[in-house]
């Protein structure tokens, strides 16, 4: 299985920007999609932006405009930027993938998000 580490988290202010890396061990076959998690204390994991092998993406309502999710596919890494952060947008940010709708990858560490003055 290809693994993923994530990076880029940090503490950063209401408003402030960040950008989150995704670095693949390997290529993934193709079709899949890629997503990026966030799971924030004491809530469940969700997704909140997705990019598929075709570069169709999908967004959380409530990050539409403000996070965008792209990809560098000479470099096996997918990025999450992260524009006007709110505090509730503190969390652990996780990406994962998904080939042929059906076999997952594994969850890696994960990266810690705070928004806080």
């Known amino acids: 299985q290809v693994r993923l580490v994530e990076s880029g988290g940090g503490l950063v202010q209401p408003g402030g920007s960040l950008r989150l890396s995704c670095v693949a061990s390997?290529?993934?076959?193709?079709?899949?999609?890629m997503a990026w998690f966030c799971q924030a204390p004491g809530k469940q994991r969700e997704s909140i932006a997705s990019?598929?092998?075709?570069?169709?993406?999908n967004y959380l309502d409530s990050v539409k405009g403000r996070f965008t999710i792209s990809t560098d596919n000479a470099k096996n890494t997918w990025y999450l930027q992260m524009n006007s952060l709110k505090p509730e947008d503190t969390a652990v940010y996780y990406c994962?993938?998904?080939?042929?709708?059906?076999?997952?990858?594994?969850w890696g560490q994960g990266t810690q998000v705070t928004v806080s003055s």
């Open positions: 994962n993938y998904v080939i042929r709708k059906t076999f997952w990858g594994p």
């Open positions: 990019i598929s092998s075709d570069g169709d993406t």
């Open positions: 390997g290529s993934i076959a193709s079709p899949y999609v």
